[in-house]
């Protein structure tokens, strides 16, 4: 599987998604009171996903810290309806290839943020 996907591809896919995300009853809700400023967040994961797929080294930030301020709204059920509003746009979006691959990163970068989650949380509760 060759990978074709682009900046391009990523400035399309992203907005889209998000709007998706702001549309949705139970997640957009919990995004709308995390984030003020639509625009940067925009632009942040976009280059957060191009340097994830392109390594284009744009992204510049901490995406466990970020997600440990909201811990609350962090819960499986959130995530695996996140996953699914991915599954959905990129398939929507992109060619089938490219959408697996993001599809395939995005599960593991979930997975790797829920752990770290719920690890700071057990570690919390036991100070």
Known sequence: MRLELSEQDLTKLVPEFY????ADP?????????IDDWDEHIEKLQAFWSSVMLTSGRYKG??????????GAMSAANFDR???????????????D????????AARIAESLQLGVQFQSERLARS
């Open 26 to 34: 139970v997640l957009g809700p919990i995004f709308d009171g995390a």
């Open 62 to 71: 901490q995406p466990m810290v970020a997600h440990l301020r909201h811990e």
């Open 98 to 105: 490219n959408a697996a691959a993001l599809q395939a990163k």
């Open 82 to 96: 996140w996953l699914a509003l991915w599954q959905k746009t990129t398939g929507d979006i992109l060619d089938p």
């Open 19 to 22: 709007a998706r995300v702001r």
